[in-house]
């Protein structure tokens, strides 16, 4: 699968989605990147975020980036052991830089046109690994031609020439700040349009509107009642919430439309905050219904504080074919117990 991670940071809280969590900010809605939409806010110093992803040949990854620092996209190889390349902000100047390995490390190509501090950039960088051919490029705002680019050596050390993690840096002062939003993650596995650079995009995030199908969940209310309205908020709060002790116990909800003027859609992912109410085995799963079936998600073993767990489609999987915006505007979401 080509798409390999997105994130629209409308939880508040992108712990749950990334393999680390070490910042501190949270989600901001104020002047967004896309009106409407949420992003990650991190002050400078040692936070960050890695995500660890299926080894790839060639990795994508588009990110909305507003930074007064030295904000940094490093791609590591070697589960995670070897850092090969930063795509980095210069502090100066706000132009991007390439460099090999850190971001104090070899200076391989600079860039022209200066990001200004704390004005949102959409930039998208294409890496792949070699002593002798690798190749990065780096595009910004939905532009076809690079900002900057660099053919040459792109592997220091280590013994492979995948890449499997990506970390985003905040950068080293700590008076400074860091907004990311609208992150995508791809390889260039089986090609076509989700194999190559996306263009501008951005991550909607659609909360529950109306009560779907199943409504087989007790809310904290006390009823089954329209228990849409205990799961529509952004950031997610555990103090409302619908559960079951029944397995089979299923909920699904009607989600918002996509915003009228989107007429290309890259995956759909269904985000859930899930827990058990004691010690004793809960497990529960998040669920999907397309095209009148209901497809499952992983079946999860839960813990008694809230934790986050997704499920990413890239295509539909009632017609294995790319999502419709017809398809996503009809698309039920829930979760059952298991």
């Not at 109410?277 to 809960?282: K, Y």
């Amino acid at each position: 699968m080509a798409l390999l991670f997105m994130d629209g940071f409308g939880a508040g809280d992108s712990r749950f989605k990334w393999d680390n969590g070490s910042y501190s900010g949270g989600a901001g809605t104020s002047s967004p990147r896309v009106p409407g939409s949420f992003y990650l806010s991190m002050v400078g110093g040692s936070n960050s975020l890695y995500k660890t992803v299926t080894p790839s040949a060639q990795l994508f990854v588009g990110l909305g980036l507003a930074s007064d620092t030295n904000a940094a996209v490093t791609f590591y190889g070697d589960s995670g052991a070897t850092t090969h390349i930063t795509v980095m902000r210069d502090l100066d100047t706000g132009i991007l830089q390439i460099r090999r390995g850190t971001s104090s490390g070899t200076l391989l190509a600079t860039g022209t046109q200066p990001l200004y501090d704390l004005s949102w950039n959409y930039v998208e960088i294409s890496v792949t690994i070699s002593d002798t051919i690798g190749n990065v490029q780096v595009r910004l705002n939905g532009q076809t031609t690079n900002e900057v680019s660099y053919t040459g050596d792109t592997k220091n050390g280590g013994t492979g020439t995948t890449i499997d993690r990506v970390l985003v840096y905040a950068g080293t002062l700590p008076t400074r700040v860091t907004r990311v939003a609208d992150v995508y993650i791809l390889n260039s596995v089986g090609g076509g349009t989700m194999g190559t650079f996306l263009g501008d995009v951005a991550v909607r995030t659609l909360s529950p509107t109306s009560n779907g199908i199943d409504s087989g969940l007790t809310g904290s209310d006390g009823n089954q009642t329209d228990n849409y309205l205990l799961l529509d908020e952004h950031p997610y709060s555990s103090s409302d919430y619908t559960g079951s002790a029944t397995p089979g116990a299923r909920d699904t909800y009607g989600i918002e439309n996509l915003t009228a003027g989107i007429n290309t859609v890259y995956g759909v992912q269904i985000n859930g905050f899930m827990a058990k109410s004691d010690v004793s085995l809960g497990t529960a799963k998040l669920v999907m219904r397309t095209g009148g079936n209901i497809y499952d998600g992983t079946t999860r073993a839960l813990n008694t504080t809230y934790t986050g767990y997704y499920e990413l489609y890239e295509t539909n999987p009632d017609t294995a074919t790319n999502w419709t915006v017809s398809d996503v505007d009809g698309l039920e979401a829930g979760m059952e117990v298991v």
